[in-house]
């Protein structure tokens, strides 16, 4: 996997990842929910390494809302 790593500075985040396809929003949420780890450099959550961060702990603490509509029939 080839990704390109960015530096940003938040306090608080609660935000909405959108962009054209392609752009890496559902790798974004794969490394920030730890499906893997990035092969090279570290992602640092309130200045920790997300690796020792549980992995039940940022599941519990992440929310995703999807664009697609999901009907249910009974």
């Known amino acids: ?5 960015t530096d940003t500075d938040v ?3 609660s935000g ?3 962009g054209p396809s392609g752009a890496g929003k559902s790798t974004v949420a794969k490394l920030l929910l730890r499906f893997y780890d990035p092969d090279a450099g570290w992602i640092a959550l309130d200045g920790a390494d997300l690796r020792r961060i549980t992995q039940h702990s940022l ?3 992440i929310g ?3 664009q697609d509509t999901f009907l249910f029939h009974d």
């Open 64 to 66: 995703t809302v999807s």
């Open 59 to 61: 599941r519990n603490n």
């Open 11 to 13: 306090q608080e985040f």
């Open 1 to 5: 996997m080839n990704t390109r790593a």
């Open 16 to 18: 909405l990842y959108a």
